[in-house]
């Protein structure tokens, strides 16, 4: 199982990015698939989750609104799409196989940094 983020960097507040999350050794379509950031000297923040069937997606509040998750079984891809962002926002996010309370695999993360 692997994991691999991109698409971080430094954006503007208001500005947006998109992170990828490119999965090997697995299929996606049968997982649930997560994105948690963690901020220095922070916990872990579970931000979206993006069920197999029926579900709405899971958005924190904090990202509510800004946020979009998808995923694309035909390219075993998982994207955030995250819009409006603000300084708050300045993490690392990850990509993780499973849901906030059954996870099994996480990425090694990509860092993003909202600044002027």
């Known amino acids: 199982v692997q994991l691999v983020e991109s698409g971080g960097g430094l954006a503007q507040p208001g500005g947006s990015l998109r992170l990828a999350c490119a999965a090997s050794?697995?299929?996606?379509?049968?997982?649930?698939m997560s994105w948690a950031r963690q901020a220095p000297g922070e916990g872990l923040e579970w931000i979206s989750t993006v069920y197999t069937i029926g579900n709405s997606p899971f958005y924190a509040d904090s990202v509510k609104g800004r946020f979009t998750i998808s995923r694309d079984n035909a390219k075993n891809t998982v994207t955030l799409q995250m819009n409006s962002l603000k300084p708050e926002d300045t993490a690392q996010y990850y990509c993780?196989?499973?849901?906030?309370?059954?996870?099994?695999?996480r990425g090694q993360g990509t860092q993003v940094t909202v600044s002027s």
């Open positions: 050794g697995f299929t996606i379509s049968t997982y649930p």
């Open positions: 993780v196989r499973g849901t906030p309370i059954d996870n099994d695999s």
